[in-house]
Structures are given as C-alpha cells and as structure tokens.
C-alpha cells in the first residue's frame, strides 16, 4: 500500500503543476544604468530562464529588434511626456504606432501598449489627456489593424486609491472617478483590455512593521486576515491589495475588467531604515508570487481570476536616485548572476523552496490585524532632486501647490518656512506635503523624476547642506545645532 499511495501523491502534485499553470510571469526591463548587458544578451539570458514575457519603458528600436522572432510577448510604453501630443493630434498618435509598433509586429511580439505610466502623480498635469490618448492610440491601431492583436491600457499606482483597507472597501479617489476612471474603464471594455496596476506590498510594509506581519507580506504561512466587510480571509498583502482594485472597479460597476500586474517586487537592499529590505525577503517575496501566480487561483474576491504578473525588475539599475533600494529590485546583476536564486517557471518551482532564516520578529507587536496606518518605524519623507532642473522641479512644485493640495501656505513670503528662499527647499516642503497627505503611498513622491524618498527626516539644515558642494559639506555641518535650534529647525519637512 506504501508504494501505491507515494505514487499517487507524486501524480497529484505531478498533475498540479501541469492544469494549474494558468497564471502568467514576466518582467519589466528597466534600463536606467550604464553597465547593463546588450539587448541581444539580455533577450538570451530572457529565454534561457523560462521568461516570455517583458515590459519596457519605451520603444528603443536596439531591443525590439532584439526581440524580433525570441517568442517573447512585449509590452511597450508611450511616456508620459508623449501624452498631450497623442491626446490632441491624430496625425501624432498615427506616426507613433506606425513607427513605434507596426514597423516591428508580428516578428516582435507587441501584444500591449501603456500609454503613459502612474499618470495621476505626473506633476506636468497630463491626467486629462489620458483617456483621449489612449483613444487615438487606439484608433491608429484600427487603422493599421492591429488592433485586435495589440490591448492599450494604463498602468495606475495604488495611491489612486481613496481607500485600501479592508480590501471589501476598495475604492478610487473621488476627483478621479467622473473624469478618468469611469471613461478609461468603459474603454477598456469596449476594446476587451484590461486595467493595468503597479502594487508594491513593500512600501506598505516598510512603513508599517508595526501591524503587518512580514510572514503576510512574503506569502508565508500565517493566521490571515479576515475582511471585516465580506468575512473574506486574506493570507497575503498582495492579494488584499489586488482584491482592494478589484473591488474599487466592483463599486463603479466593472466587475468585467480583467486586472494585469504590470509592477511589483521587493528591494534586496536598502538603507538602514527601509525595513525588510533584504535578500533573503526578496528572494522569499518574488519566489513565494512566482509559485502564487504559477500555480493557480485568483485572490479571494476573483478566485477565476489567473493573474499576469510582471515583477520588477530585470536588473539593478545603478543610476537610479533615491534610497539604496531604488538601485536593488533587480533579479539580476548587470553581470547577468542572479541577485537570487528563484525559479520563473513551472518547471522550475518542483524543486524550489522558500529558504527562511530562524530570525524572530517576524509578528507585528499588536497582534496583526493587517491594516495601513502610519508607523512610528520606518517612515519615509519626501524630499526634492536637485539633479531634475530647475524647469522640472517648478513644474512639480506648482502641480504640489495647486492641483496636488500640499500645503504650501508655511513656504510663502513672510511665512516661518520661507526661508531658505530656493526653488529646492521650497519644492521638498511642498513635495513631502503631498506626499504624507497621500499616505506615503508608492508614486506619490515621484513628480516625473524631481522628487524621490528618503528615510531619514530631512530637516532644514539637511536641505541647505544639499544646496552646497562636497567641499563645503564638513564646514557646513558645524551650523546643524544652531539651524535645528531656530525656526528654520522647525520647518521640518517631515513633521506630518
């Protein structure tokens, strides 16, 4: 009997890796660095791991010629610059296609466009123009017909959320729904495409060690969560915050749109206080969603809904400005070594397993109920970058003080934080406002580039050090007792 039952238990897991492969995994190939590998390399190093499918940011012809006959799916980006061109002028949307997407398909297999990305924290305004571009893109793909091949949608980060938690109460920030989502959500159903969505259970993580479980960010094993509004149990943070899109669409009376994750990972290192930025954590999130995805089953709200996930991203990318993580989400070194060793395929999961070190710590100290809140460990402040110019960084700075609702009233003349009276200052102030308003959410300190995060408070002195050079740095830091004893210490750009 021995013998017969081990066989039987081989054929059923034997036979859940075949049925259940339904989910989909790529990647997103990022390319802000200067040591990364050819296109030709790269799209082998693709192949050689199981991986096809791949989201770029533009349209580089190096890579899509690379791709040209790998058999590797490709989902190309229109950015966010292109936006108001694409959305005014037909002419424009037209050359575009033809030049960006049918000078290449079928032998590279463009099967989605993102027309821009994240586009409700762009600081140059361009979310009025979403819809219409998408539109006309879409249009010029009828008229070169390709348009049953090729789905136009849009990436929106979670901060396009007005509520996340419990997932049952998802919804969309209210300013959002008449004039972009439910026009965007009728297009996605009329062209059969679906909602694109950038989810980072990191950030949520990381800011709030203090009520999330890192077993539930990681796909581990763990009590769960149960939402208190449909009775639903949660065992991961990814799937509460997929389930909170969901449901937001749900509300809006689009139960019918699919959902593609188009971004998500985990940092393999960070600064000192980006908590749970680690190898280990990485290797253990991106393996845990790899086997999630690959084996079958939607999150509690859609349990039909076999999701694609593209995680993020290919490589470390060196030139990236921010923390330490924004250069470490990558699988893989520039050298092509994997950062870790996880698998992409279902083959590959037969002999993977999630490899923990016995560290304690691993529960929140309340219990764990699994809710956002803000966190007296592992903050983040927003802060501007000097590097963007001052064109960006004014441009972001008006949308932060107008549109964006930051408070900016401390920043005017006369008031206590005026001072120092530079466009960068000024900009941090009025960057971080926007961004604690929003919950710290990822995409709201972006700002097309001008703005990044931090996890250390950047108090006034820290912004006036930023406006001298490395030479004056030491002498500059022996003010750092007087500055944050008077007012302009008090204009403590995180002190929300």
């Known amino acids: 009997m021995v013998p017969i039952l081990a066989s039987f238990s081989l054929l059923l897991i034997s036979a859940l890796f075949i049925v259940a492969d339904c989910g989909s995994i790529g990647v997103n190939y990022g390319r802000i660095a200067n040591n990364l590998p050819s296109a030709t390399k790269v799209v082998e190093l693709l192949k050689s791991h199981g991986l096809n499918r791949v989201k770029v940011y533009d349209t580089d012809p190096a890579v899509l010629h ?70 006309n893109i879409h249009q ?163 349990p039909k809904a076999d999701l694609t996930v593209y995680l993020f991203a290919l490589f470390n990318e060196n030139n990236k400005v921010g923390p330490t993580s924004e250069r470490n989400y990558g699988l893989f070194y520039p050298t092509e070594e994997k950062v870790y060793d996880i698998p992409f395929t279902v083959e590959g ?32 402040w927003c802060v501007a970058n000097g590097e963007a110019g001052k064109e960006k960084l004014q441009a972001a700075l008006d949308f932060a003080c107008g549109e964006g609702g930051a408070d900016c009233h401390p920043i005017q003349p006369g008031a206590t934080c005026y001072d120092p009276n530079t466009l960068e200052a000024h900009a941090s102030f009025a960057f971080n406002s926007y961004y604690q308003k929003n919950g710290r959410h990822m995409g709201t300190c972006y700002f097309g580039g001008a703005a990044y995060v931090v996890t250390q408070p950047p108090s006034a002195y820290s912004i006036l050090l930023s406006l001298f050079n490395s030479a004056h740095i030491k002498l500059f830091s022996a003010y750092k007792l007087f500055l944050t004893r008077s007012t302009l210490g008090r204009c403590n750009v995180g002190s929300y």
């Not at 694409?86 to 049918?102: D, E, G, L, Y």
């Not at 009025?128 to 539109?135: D, E, I, Q, R």
């Not at 219990?367 to 956002?372: D, E, N, Q």
């Open 140 to 302: 010029a793909l009828v008229k070169s017909n390709l348009h049953s091949d090729i789905k136009i949608s849009s990436p929106i980060a979670l901060s396009a959320l007005q509520n996340s938690y419990p997932s049952s109460a998802g919804s969309f920030r209210p300013e959002l729904i008449e004039p972009v989502f439910k026009p965007m959500l009728n297009f996605l159903r009329q062209t059969g495409s679906f909602l694109m969505v950038n989810a980072y259970p990191f950030f949520a993580y990381e800011s709030n060690t203090d009520v999330i479980s890192l077993d539930y960010a990681l796909f581990r094993e763990n009590p769960g969560v149960v939402d208190a509004g449909n009775g639903l149990r949660y065992f991961s943070l990814f799937d509460a915050q997929i389930d909170a899109v969901f449901a937001a669409m749900s509300a809006l009376k689009y139960d019918d749109i699919r959902l593609v994750v188009t971004e998500t990972g985990w940092p393999s290192k960070g600064d000192e206080n980006e908590i749970g930025a680690s190898v280990e954590n990485a290797a253990a999130y991106n393996g845990n969603l790899v086997r999630r995805i690959l084996t079958g089953g939607g999150t509690p709200l859609r």
């Open 349 to 380: 999961l037969k002999n993977y397993h999630d490899r923990r070190s016995p560290v304690a710590g691993n529960q929140p100290v309340n219990g764990g109920k699994g809710g956002v809140s803000k966190s007296t460990t592992g903050n983040t």
């Open 66 to 135: 690379a791709l040209s006959g790998s058999g590797i799916k490709v989902t190309v980006d229109l950015p966010n610059e292109q936006l108001f061109a694409a959305a005014k002028s037909t002419s424009f949307a037209n050359s575009w296609v033809q030049r960006n997407v049918a000078a290449y398909y079928p032998h590279t297999e463009i099967e989605a466009i993102a027309v821009g990305n994240e586009v409700f924290v762009d600081p140059h305004n361009t979310t009025k123009f979403l819809v219409p571009a998408m539109k």
